[in-house]
């Protein structure tokens, strides 16, 4: 069986801190999608990155960045100087090879004060 | 490009009623996924369509859910009769097809609260 634990249930962080957002996850998968989603307060989810099991490069994407590190099940995402925008909820997610079906953890609520 | 927009956004009704969600997936997008986020737990897994068909049933809860996707353009999920349970944020996606299709672009969400 699959399973996505993020263990941050709410982060809050002042404005222009680095903040990283834990995903663990459980598949006995040995090719497998992760993904990050964001959910702004209008309700959607927004597509962030999906990484490929055999791809352990780690990946940057201006403030953003994800660390995927497949000997402890991890794909954990920071945030590098966060704005006041960066508030949402983020989901960390997991899909088979060759099934589209997303498997989601319980999502990290996340506040930037300014 | 518009995206995937989902009607109605919030529907309050009684137990025991009957409510329709309905999703309109991205233009040109032959795969469209339900989704359902029931309070405090995490987005679940529905169903999967491939144009008209249904790829993968396996998260639909029980026979008082049924989807449906006539022409494989939008798609339709009915709930009845509805019980409190099945209260929650109940969100559509759709993808392409090939290897752009484990990206997702999900809709804003039908709120259902059942009294």
């Known amino acids: 069986a699959q399973k996505v634990t993020q263990a941050q249930t709410e982060i809050s962080v002042v404005e222009k801190e680095d903040v990283t957002l834990d995903c663990v996850y459980e598949t006995r998968d040995t090719t497998y999608y992760l993904f990050w989603y964001k959910q702004p307060p209008s309700g959607e989810l927004v597509f962030l990155i999906r990484r490929n099991s055999f791809d352990e490069q780690n990946e940057i994407s201006g403030r953003y960045s994800w660390n995927f590190q497949k000997s402890t099940s991890s794909f954990n995402f920071t945030i590098t100087a966060s704005q006041v925008v960066d508030s949402a909820v983020y989901f960390c997610a997991l899909s088979q090879w060759g099934a589209q079906k997303l498997v989601f953890g319980q999502g990290t609520r996340l506040t930037i004060n300014p | 490009e518009a995206g995937v927009t989902q009607f109605p956004s919030h529907s309050v009704i009684e137990k025991g009623q009957t409510v329709t969600l309905r999703c309109d997936p991205i233009s040109g997008h032959d795969n469209l996924y339900w989704y359902r986020r029931v309070m405090g737990k995490e987005i679940k897994f529905l169903l999967h369509?491939?144009?008209?068909?249904?790829?993968?049933e396996s998260g639909m809860p029980n026979n008082r859910f049924l989807a449906e996707r006539t022409g494989g353009t939008y798609s339709t999920l009915k709930v009845q009769p509805a019980e409190l349970e099945d209260s929650g944020v109940y969100f559509c996606?759709?993808?392409?097809?090939?290897?752009?299709?484990?990206?997702?672009?999900f809709g804003p969400g039908t709120r259902l609260t059942v009294t």
């Open positions: 369509f491939v144009k008209e068909s249904k790829q993968d």
């Open positions: 996606a759709s993808s392409q097809v090939g290897v752009s299709s484990y990206e997702q672009y």
